[in-house]
């Protein structure tokens, strides 16, 4: 299915599309099944959406109680440390709309890498009874070398094709990471990339026009089995599209 571009003017025009996205999204999934399963992205990019859905105007358009939150990646670190995508979440918005903590599945970077990866795995299947992971709604970001979630260039996580979370070990940051794989991720039902920024105009380019590679620009690999593909851009990260 071809990829939808909407083009915003700068970024808090592309978090208020993307907070609209995620009420419409919501909406829509509790009255076709009763709950909203969304998968969210880290990274400074939707933090402002994150925040603008903690604002009255929008969260009162939500029901929360049917909401069930997931995260594409987390860094391998406590959920409390300064660098944890939970935590990022958590401050910007789940303090303050009223989620069950039941319903807030997080990848829990505190355990050893691949006991991490399992972990999330097992609750995947368990919360999709073992069919596919099929999520109402999942946003992504893209980082300027091309990855989204923690699918890195040059890593062996951009070839798995069988298991739903994987661990990643990135050595430009000495760092471990869990993400959520290519499988699990083309199963959503609305996957909706936010880009925001003149320094990930190349990425989009590379990404959405330029040969494919997903071993340099794994998030090619992005393109759901039968959801809908949406790139949330504000001009700057559009820049570089068809030139």
Excluded at 178 to 205: E, I, M
């Amino acid at each position: 299915m071809p990829s939808e571009f909407r083009v915003l003017e700068d970024l808090k025009a592309l978090s208020g599309a993307a907070a609209e996205l995620f009420v419409a999204e919501s909406a829509r999934a509790i009255a076709a099944r009763g709950r909203f399963a969304v998968s969210l992205a880290g990274g400074n990019t939707p933090k402002p959406a994150y925040e603008l859905l903690a604002t009255p105007a929008f969260k009162t358009r939500v029901d929360w109680s049917r909401v069930h939150v997931f995260w594409g990646d987390e860094r391998c670190v406590p959920p409390d440390h300064a660098k944890s995508n939970f935590r990022m979440t958590r401050e910007a918005l789940l303090n303050h709309v009223s989620v069950p903590t039941a319903q807030i599945h997080r990848i829990r970077g505190e355990l050893a890498p691949p006991a991490a990866a399992a972990d999330c795995e097992a609750d995947l299947k368990h919360f999709f009874n073992n069919g596919p992971t099929a999520f109402d709604l999942i946003f992504l970001g893209l980082g300027d070398n091309a990855h989204t979630a923690s699918l890195w260039p040059g890593t062996s996580v951009v070839h798995e094709t069988r298991r739903l979370a994987a661990e990643v070990y990135v050595p430009e940051q000495d760092l471990w990471r869990v993400t959520l794989t290519a499988p699990a991720l083309n199963a959503g039902r609305v996957v909706a990339f936010l880009v925001s920024g003149a320094d990930k105009a190349d990425a989009v380019r590379e990404v959405t026009s330029g040969p494919r590679d997903p071993n340099r620009f794994p998030a090619q690999l992005i393109q759901p089995d039968d959801g809908n593909l949406i790139w949330l851009l504000d001009r700057p990260a559009h820049a570089a599209v068809n030139s």
